[in-house]
């Protein structure tokens, strides 16, 4: 088992399976040295878990755990184009959307449960620059949407 | 004629010349193997094709034909900065950014005006990562913006 | 003292100290030949100078003012991993977001405050692609959000 997919396991999480495309896109492409994903909902077994805006649908608590959720289905759809999650050799950037109600200004915090949880499985190599935006509506009505750009170890 | 505006061509399209940006910065930048474009708006020839919100003022198939717009704004712009549109190897990313009325949650169908134009223009090497958004206004009063990355071949 | 500081001297300008991550991210991530800044923010010494939404609580004016705060804080981030801002080659994109009241469609201006900065600096080498999106809420709410991406020369 690769050694990212053993820290997941450590923390008690495993890889979904992952979610397919919600348009006319792929999960995932490389170019060079960088796999860039597609933005991630908190779609779980092809049901969003949970709808409406942050700060008045949705907790900011419930909204962390949501991004966790985004990024486990980044991470699986990686897992599928790469072979082994141990080819990621560093997380670049994250770009976290959080549907925000008026007035919520904590995307920060949302967003932690994303960056979190990437500083958890991949240790310094989950160190990412990252930026965090309150946008008015997501697809599906999602509360949040995650996107990455990792930079990757080439084919063995 | 090179094969992508051959493909155009057959599609009953044509590149507008690229429309100035709307502030200071530049249609496109390369760097290394990728290419950068701007965020593009629905403009043909100097003028904002409609204006409003998607789901309010705008339908969701007008939004669609408006994310074509931007797509092949885009590609203007990356044609005069390349040359020649058979230099992309790789459509990588592309992020669309819907102004949403409240409620509004169909973005990736907005956006597929774009992502299918791409598939059918480039085939395979259309197929891309995306994010899709919807954002409380932008500029002009535009329906939608896209940005894309591409993936080039070094100049011959 | 590097040409790029003695710019910023000449333009009465210097770098602040580079304001702390608001979240578990780093400041700046290297990969390759490109540079990735987090999303800054229009702090100043720890402080949001201004807070509220462009068209409403906060003029146009105001927000390039602090959309060209964003841009040193971005500046000071990059030169504290790169050691020197004469290494950046190019700047190759720039991402705007920001906070709107409903009707200001007018991120252009706000964003060219960050644009001319940097051309203003780095001549040349500071013209970027650039998207500007409307956003409904920032972290901390502030009205303005930056993200720049450059090419670096590689370490000397």
Chains 1, 2, 3 share one sequence.
Do not use: W
Request: net charge neutral; with cysteine; glycine share 10%.
């Amino acid at each position: 088992m690769s050694q990212v997919e053993s820290r997941l396991a450590e923390l008690g999480l495993c890889l979904p399976s992952p979610p397919p495309p919600a348009g006319s896109y792929v999960p995932v492409v490389i170019s060079g040295s960088l796999a860039f994903t597609s933005g991630q909902l908190p779609v779980q077994e092809g049901v969003l878990q949970v709808k409406g805006k942050i700060g008045r649908d949705v907790s900011l608590e419930q909204g962390a755990e949501l991004a966790r959720i985004c990024v486990l289905n980044a991470l699986a759809a990686l897992r599928q184009v790469l072979g082994d999650l141990d080819r990621v050799r560093q997380v670049v950037k994250l770009t976290g959307f959080v549907a925000s109600a008026p007035g919520f200004t904590e995307q920060p915090k949302v967003v932690n449960g994303a960056s979190d949880l990437l500083i958890r499985v991949f240790g310094e190599r989950g160190r990412h620059a990252r930026s965090a935006v309150g946008v008015a509506e997501l697809p599906l009505c999602a509360p949040v949407e995650i996107e990455l750009t990792v930079e990757i170890v080439p084919e063995r």
